[in-house]
């Protein structure tokens, strides 16, 4: 009875104003964008064997042909640790090898996730929606590390067209500068762009829900703390 009140006063429940039928008239004959990055490892025998990629999937409800498909937008399949890679530039740093691997990993993911929505922009794609599985803005906190590489110039070519990599210095071609100029392109968009975020734990957006009432004196310390 306490929880439904809370839930009730936040405002929490909504009545969506949704029938099938009415719904599908209306959007089947608009087109959606889901976009969504992977890391995977492969069987190509070296210290670092990694394969990354972002692709599309488009749908269109009511066409006669083609009316969904596929296609990879960016992939990288080779290894971080070789220094002729045409990713990352090659950095020898052995402090904390794993975690900068793995952060390695991350920032390219979400620089090919924004990659592939420049890529839709600069071809004038005419979606009705675009998803983004991820929040649109990733948090950059991770890639400020010492050490962090650069991309190469091969990379940023083939990701960003947009940019004359003659005409930025090295530091321009880090993860954090490159992101910033991807995602102020990416504010150009004509279509709508939405990202989308799954959470696995609820328990600390509840916890601090609680709090907020117990402060209001709306529950006592005893259900709180139970």
């Known amino acids: 009875e306490t929880a439904l009140k809370i839930i009730k006063d936040a405002d929490l429940i909504v009545d969506l104003n949704y029938k099938g039928k009415e719904f599908w008239s209306i959007n089947r004959s608009k087109t959606s964008c889901f976009i969504d990055g992977g890391v995977d ?5 070296s210290s670092a064997p990694l394969s990354i990629r972002a692709g599309s999937y488009i749908v269109k409800p ?3 042909s083609k009316r969904e498909f596929f296609e990879e937008s960016m992939v990288f399949l080779g290894d971080l640790y070789d220094p002729k890679n045409e990713l990352y530039d090659f950095v020898d740093d052995d402090f904390e090898e794993d975690q900068m691997l793995n952060k390695k990993k991350d920032g390219a993911r979400i620089i090919f996730e924004a990659a592939t929505i420049v890529k839709h922009i600069l071809l004038n ?10 929040p649109l803005e990733a948090t950059v906190m991770p890639f400020t590390v010492a050490g962090f590489p650069t991309f190469t110039k091969f990379a940023v070519e083939n990701m960003f067209p947009f940019i004359n990599v003659k005409k ?3 530091e321009g071609r880090h993860f954090i500068n490159l992101y910033l100029e991807a995602l102020n392109y990416i504010r150009k968009s004509k279509f709508p762009l939405y990202g ?3 959470t696995s734990n609820s328990a600390p957006y509840v916890k601090n829900l609680l709090l907020n009432y117990k402060c209001k004196g709306s529950i006592s310390d005893k259900d709180y703390n139970n």
């Open 41 to 45: 490892r492969t069987s190509i025998i």
């Open 62 to 64: 009511d066409a006669t």
């Open 125 to 134: 794609k005419k979606f009705d929606y675009c998803f983004l599985h991820g």
């Open 168 to 170: 930025i210095c090295v």
């Open 196 to 198: 989308v975020v799954e």
